[in-house]
């Protein structure tokens, strides 16, 4: 049985975060890992913004300086993400040769979530897969999650709410037209926590042991607890500084 | 002149769309938005695309574009684009 690499979850930095999902996506897609998935959190709160987005539309640069908030654009296309204490963060990278996941992409997002939402069920919660990228209990999204093929790889990358402090979502300047869509009238309205549905916080460390658990079965690989290469650490210290320049964050 | 339009595509995502035209012909584009384009560079190469096309060619241009290049679109399609800068969409 072919094994998944696991990365024990660990709290690091926003641009170290970024910077290593980066770096394990081109590892693993150049075949020198085999397919892993890395379990973490944000050192720091932290906006992360989709590869399109304009920054200044997004975010209230203002609040973020204040809170002490980084802002970081990620590989991956996709919405605004406040990353707070309370998620759980993932990314799964393998092969972008079609034997792990389907060629097609919104196939492939049911495909990877799948054993998020069985993850979420495990607790105790009614999760659904919410196309195209979002994992919902009861009408509000408790995951997102986003994708990039590059690098010969599937990099998707997302979040599980396990709590939040609302008031610092006032570092997204949400859409009118998104909300209205969505049939809500502000951020908070759409985003619920495992700690509200389940009426109490699940550890951290225990959810992505979980996580780790319905990956394996979900996808027929053997689960094998590991560590990331010495290249990819030193490829993860080369790309922080990108991660961390103006000319990334402010790049639309 | 600048224009800027939205669209949030139903079941998909929002796209922004920034044009800068003189007497029809489009000088500047930047899209941006919550969308997923594979690969990521070809956004640019969709915007360069429409650079020089007058405002009643865009539609035909994209499709153009869509002969020329694989560019996979998620949560929108090149046609919203055009929807956008045809002020087909809700505006700003």
């Known amino acids: 049985m072919e094994g998944l690499r696991v990365l024990r979850f660990e709290v690091q930095d926003p641009f170290y975060n970024m910077a290593l999902d980066e770096a394990i996506a081109r590892s693993v897609g150049g075949g020198e890992s085999p397919p892993t998935l890395r ?36 590989i991956t296309g996709g919405g605004a993400v406040l990353h707070t204490e309370g998620e759980l963060t993932y990314s799964f990278a393998v092969k972008d040769d079609g034997s792990y996941v389907p060629e097609d992409i919104e196939e492939s997002y049911k495909r990877i979530c799948s054993p998020i939402v069985a993850c979420i069920r495990r607790l105790g919660a009614e999760a659904v897969f919410r196309p195209i990228n979002d994992i919902e209990v009861a009408g509000k999204k408790v995951s997102g999650n986003a994708q990039t093929r590059r690098f010969g790889a599937v990099l998707q990358h997302g979040t599980l709410l396990l709590s939040i402090d609302y008031s610092m979502l006032r570092a997204l300047r949400p859409r009118v037209e998104k909300l209205r869509d969505k049939g809500v009238s502000d951020v908070g309205g759409r985003v619920t926590t495992l700690k509200e549905i389940l009426k109490f916080e699940p550890d951290r460390e225990s959810v992505a042991d979980i996580l780790a658990e319905e990956f394996g079965k979900s996808l027929g690989l053997e689960l094998r607890y590991g560590r990331i290469t010495d290249k990819e650490r030193e490829l993860a210290r080369d790309l922080v500084r990108k991660y961390r320049s103006e000319e990334w964050t402010f790049r639309r | 002149m600048e224009m800027v339009g939205i669209k949030k595509v139903k079941g998909g995502k929002l796209i922004k769309v920034r044009v800068e035209e003189e007497g029809g012909i489009i000088k500047e584009v930047k899209i941006s938005g919550d969308f997923f384009v594979h690969p990521e560079d070809a956004i640019e190469d969709i915007e360069k695309s429409l650079k020089g096309v007058h405002l009643s060619k865009v539609r035909e241009a994209l499709r153009d574009f869509a002969m020329r290049k694989t560019v996979r679109t998620v949560g929108f399609a090149l046609d919203d684009i055009a929807d956008v800068i045809e002020g087909r969409s809700d505006g700003i």
């Not at chain 1, 399109?52 to 539309?57: K, S, Y």
């Open chain 1, 39 to 74: 379990l973490y959190g944000w050192a720091q709160r932290a906006v992360s913004l989709g590869y399109f987005q304009e920054i200044l539309e997004e975010v209230d640069l203002g609040f973020c300086r204040e809170k002490g908030i980084e802002v970081v654009r990620r």
